[in-house]
Structures are given as structure tokens and as C-alpha cells.
């Protein structure tokens, strides 16, 4: 007779997660949010890639030492396009969209931000956030509601 052993796991979820509605792209939006806010968003040299979904999202990092915050920028998006052979048409392509967070579909793209930053600070973060050009909104989001929630542990 043996034993199973089990083991549960609860991550911390303790961020500030932003949800953002816009058209831009996120090298675009990067740019923009490093401008309101007065961040250093770069590129961060690879993406976060999920091969069992097949998909890959851009992600963007600025660790701020001095106020011990690190912000970043994920696209909620992955869009990839397969051509397919068909009946109709020699070669036709296939879209497909993965999400990050599928309950979250029509978010953009997510700030998340790890460290601490008083409400006030947070509400002048939000105005400035949607006061950059082509921003059509952006609010927060607890990240407790969301089931996909572990896909933002990075």
C-alpha cells in the first residue's frame, strides 16, 4: 500500500494589476506609458512563451531601485496566422487568438506592478495612463477574480 502525497501551492497574488484598452502596439504603448509616467520600460529579451498553448506575448520590465517597484508591461494577445490548404483555395490562412487572460478578452494589454503605491499615487498612475494618446482606458483589476491568474507569475 502506498501513500500519495500531495502538495498545494497558493501564490501570493500581492500586485497591483491594470487593465488597458487600446489600439496601440505595445512598442508604441511602451513608449507612451515611459512618458506620462516617467518609467524606463524596455524589452525584455525574450517573451513569455507558453508552448502547450502555442503562444508567445510580448513583455516589457522596468525595475525601479530606488522606490523598490518593478512595472511590467504584458500584451494580453497572441495572434497567429497558419496558412492551411483548402477546397476553395489553393493556400488560405487561418487566425487564431490566444489569450493570457481569456476572461479578460477585451483587455490589450496588463500592467502589473509589485511593490507598494499609496491610492492617491495609484489613482494619479490611472488618469495619466489614460490621458496618453490612444489610450481608450485602463482601470485595476483584482487579481483574485481572475481564473488564469497564475498566467501572470513572472
Known amino acids: 500500500m502506498s501513500k500519495i502525497h500531495t502538495f498545494d501551492f497558493e501564490y501570493d497574488h500581492d500586485y497591483i494589476l491594470?487593465?488597458?484598452?487600446?489600439?496601440?502596439?505595445?512598442?508604441?504603448?511602451?513608449y507612451f506609458l515611459n512618458k506620462e509616467l516617467k518609467l524606463f520600460l524596455k524589452r525584455f529579451k525574450d517573451n513569455l512563451d507558453f508552448p502547450l498553448k502555442q503562444c508567445s506575448f510580448p513583455f516589457y520590465l522596468y525595475e525601479d531601485k530606488a522606490s523598490f517597484i518593478t512595472w511590467s508591461m504584458i500584451s494580453n494577445k497572441f495572434i497567429s496566422t497558419n496558412?492551411?490548404?483548402?477546397?476553395?483555395?489553393?493556400?488560405?490562412?487561418?487566425?487564431?487568438?490566444?489569450?493570457?487572460?481569456?476572461?479578460?478578452?477585451?483587455?490589450?494589454?496588463?500592467?502589473?506592478?509589485?511593490?507598494?503605491?499609496?491610492?492617491?499615487?495609484?489613482?494619479?498612475?490611472?488618469?495619466?495612463?489614460?490621458?496618453?494618446?490612444?489610450?481608450?482606458?485602463?482601470?485595476?483589476?483584482?487579481?483574485?477574480?481572475?481564473?488564469?491568474?497564475?498566467?501572470?507569475?513572472?
Open 18 to 30: 491594470i487593465g488597458i484598452h487600446t489600439t496601440l502596439n505595445d512598442y508604441r504603448l511602451a
Open 83 to 154: 496558412s492551411v490548404q483548402s477546397n476553395t483555395n489553393l493556400f488560405d490562412e487561418e487566425t487564431k487568438i490566444r489569450f493570457l487572460i481569456p476572461e479578460k478578452n477585451k483587455v490589450d494589454y496588463f500592467i502589473k506592478i509589485n511593490g507598494f503605491i499609496k491610492d492617491e499615487n495609484l489613482e494619479n498612475i490611472l488618469t495619466k495612463i489614460k490621458e496618453a494618446e490612444k489610450i481608450i482606458t485602463s482601470y485595476t483589476i483584482d487579481p483574485y477574480t481572475l481564473k488564469s491568474r497564475d498566467n501572470l507569475i513572472f
